[in-house]
């Protein structure tokens, strides 16, 4: 986790926004608890606050003498303690746990590599055995749901993981085709060991479109854009081929006030999700899509839906979309909650002009899908 991963939240860095086992999903905040030695305590700290704020990590003083770092759905709260420093993480899913013991091993080792090495975690780690939110996906098979828009299902016995938020994750794309790959493996520390070399694994994230639990598939709506690693992938797949998954991961669909939202093709099955999560919602929400998405949207009656182009570039999208939310915030019951996800530029654009209307950063989501 460099800093926590995608979403802008932990997947982004070290993630968006990535998960424990299914028992434990939505059921609140999972915690561990680590101290590492060191000879230093209080340089240590310094050490350590220096290279968050580099990472761009929140972080401010904890009393008497500690420092939390911080962001959406996590914490680590770093404390002197006697021959170093006790550490104490707090995650809302079993993939930023993760997340958060990778970051925390990553920033030690630039201050001990032995303190990181020497690192153990309250609630344990199997050493070699897989992340403990990692699981495999089996391919089925794929069609076309819309134009640009692939439809990829795999089987999984353990589908209702991600039937519910969050709702994103993280696939890892072996570069063996068919053949058994190399998953990643937990370190005693915390940490994880990546395949590297010949093994090393391609990742991306996207969004689970649908799960079903009793037929035990996944659906995952991509888009082919010509040189994609994942579609790709699935032209090649032949039935019983396997993909790594860590997840389910980021944000949960975002619930509260009326919805301002808007999104590209990439960024469909996840604003489809959105919509599909409250039948009485209201508000507005934008596409840059084919005509053919209304029905992939099927949006509540209480949102209404616009279609641009789909050829429409993301700064335009951009620009459209604050035209259009901005001219129905006035006639919202409440304050707004915003949702803007899109190629980078476009989201640059968005997010400048939500700081310039002083738009409070806890009722907006603007996350960068991908880059052109
Ligand atoms: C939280 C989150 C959820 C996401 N969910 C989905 C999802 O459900 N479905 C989905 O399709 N994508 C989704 N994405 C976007 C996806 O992760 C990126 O598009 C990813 O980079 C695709 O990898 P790639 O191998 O196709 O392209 P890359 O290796 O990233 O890039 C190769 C080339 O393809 C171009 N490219 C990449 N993505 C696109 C695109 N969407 N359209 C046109 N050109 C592109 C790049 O500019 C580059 O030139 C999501 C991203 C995030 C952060």
Not at 92 to 121: C, H, Q, V
Not at 169 to 190: F, H, I, T, Y
Request: negative net charge; proline residues 10%.
């Amino acid at each position: 986790m460099t800093a926590p991963q995608n979403t802008g939240r932990l997947d982004a860095g070290p993630i968006d926004t990535g998960p424990l086992d299914a028992g434990r999903l939505g059921a609140g905040p999972l915690a561990a608890g680590a101290h590492a030695g060191l000879a230093d305590p209080q340089d240590a700290l310094r050490r350590l606050e220096a290279l968050a704020l580099s990472w761009e990590l929140q972080a401010r003083p904890l009393a008497p003498s500690g420092l939390a770092l911080a962001g959406e759905g996590w914490s680590v709260d770093i404390h002197p303690a006697p021959g170093g420093l006790s550490l104490a993480a707090e995650a809302g899913d079993e993939a930023i746990l993760r997340g958060l013991k990778e970051m925390t091993e990553a920033m030690l080792a630039g201050l001990s590599p032995e303190a990181a090495e020497r690192l153990r975690w309250s609630d344990g780690a199997r050493p070699g055995a897989p992340a403990a939110d990692f699981r495999e996906w089996t391919w089925i098979g794929r069609r076309n749901v819309l134009p640009g828009l692939d439809r990829l299902v795999f089987a999984c016995p353990d589908a209702a993981r991600y039937a519910a938020a969050p709702m994103h994750v993280r696939l890892l794309v072996p570069p063996c085709d068919g053949a058994a790959a190399e998953w990643p493996r937990q370190k005693a520390n915390g940490g994880i060991a990546w395949p590297s070399g010949e093994a090393a694994l391609a990742t991306r994230v996207y969004t689970v479109r649908r799960a079903d639990p009793v037929r035990g598939e996944i659906e995952v709506d991509a888009v082919v854009h010509g040189d994609d690693l994942l579609a790709g992938w699935a032209a090649r797949a032949r039935p019983g081929w396997r993909l790594g998954v860590l997840g389910p991961s980021g944000a949960p669909p975002p619930a509260d006030g009326p919805l301002l939202a808007a999104a590209d093709l990439s960024a469909l099955p996840a604003l489809a999700r959105i919509l599909a999560a409250d039948p009485a919602r209201e508000g507005l929400a934008l596409a840059a899509a084919p005509p053919e998405a209304a029905r992939y949207l099927a949006p509540p009656l209480g949102v209404t839906l616009r279609l641009a182009p789909p050829e429409t570039g993301a700064e335009a999208l951009a620009d459209l979309f604050l035209e259009a939310a901005e001219t129905a915030l006035p006639a919202c019951s409440a304050p707004a909650r915003w949702w803007f996800a899109a190629e980078a530029a476009g989201v640059r654009r968005v997010r400048a002009r939500l700081d310039a209307l002083n738009v409070d950063r806890a009722r907006r989501d603007c996350v960068a899908y991908w880059r052109a």
